[in-house]
């Protein structure tokens, strides 16, 4: 499993759920975005791979077409860590501090984000998919 910000670290990753985010609520095939992105299939599936092990978005199956779309949960928990980390005052010039010195912060944010994402799931596996047909 990777962790999240290694995931969100690779800038193409980063390209594609802010075009998943941009077509939000619809879904978006593979051939929509690797036109968007301007590479290649084979390179843009490996990404959307490492993304859906992730969390970060979800596939539907249409026939021999993926449709993606952006999953919010685990970025909202990424997003409180970066929010918390912004209101913390800057470590001293002799060196950093750590805020909980005894709690593996990146640990629980993981855990964390991974709850989420399985509650999300479960969810949505128990209401069902409500959004309207894609119109064409």
């Given at each position: 499993?990777?962790?999240?910000?290694?995931v969100?670290a690779?800038?193409?990753?980063?390209?594609?759920?802010?075009?998943l985010r941009?077509?939000a609520?619809?879904?978006?095939?593979?051939?929509?975005?690797?036109?968007l992105?301007?590479?290649?299939?084979?390179?843009?599936?490996?990404?959307?791979?490492?993304?859906?092990?992730?969390g970060?978005?979800?596939?539907?199956?249409?026939?021999?077409?993926?449709?993606?779309?952006?999953?919010?949960?685990?970025?909202?928990?990424?997003?409180?860590w970066?929010?918390?980390?912004?209101d913390?005052?800057?470590?001293?010039?002799?060196?950093?501090t750590?805020?909980?010195?005894?709690?593996?912060?990146a640990?629980l944010?993981?855990?964390?984000?991974w709850i989420?994402?399985d509650?999300?799931?479960?969810?949505?596996?128990?209401?069902?998919?409500?959004?309207?047909?894609k119109?064409?």
């Open positions: 499993m990777n962790d999240i910000f290694d969100l690779e800038p193409l990753r980063r390209d594609i759920l802010v075009h941009n077509s609520p619809s879904d978006m095939a593979v051939g929509d975005i690797v036109a992105i301007g590479s290649t299939q084979p390179t843009v599936s490996k990404h959307l791979k490492v993304l859906r092990d992730a970060l978005v979800s596939v539907r199956e249409d026939g021999q077409h993926r449709f993606y779309r952006v999953n919010p949960e685990p970025l909202a928990i990424v997003e409180g970066v929010s918390v980390m912004n913390t005052p800057a470590p001293p010039v002799d060196g950093p750590r805020i909980l010195p005894d709690t593996d912060l640990g944010g993981r855990s964390l984000g989420a994402a509650i999300a799931s479960r969810l949505s596996n128990v209401v069902g998919n409500r959004r309207p047909p119109s064409r």
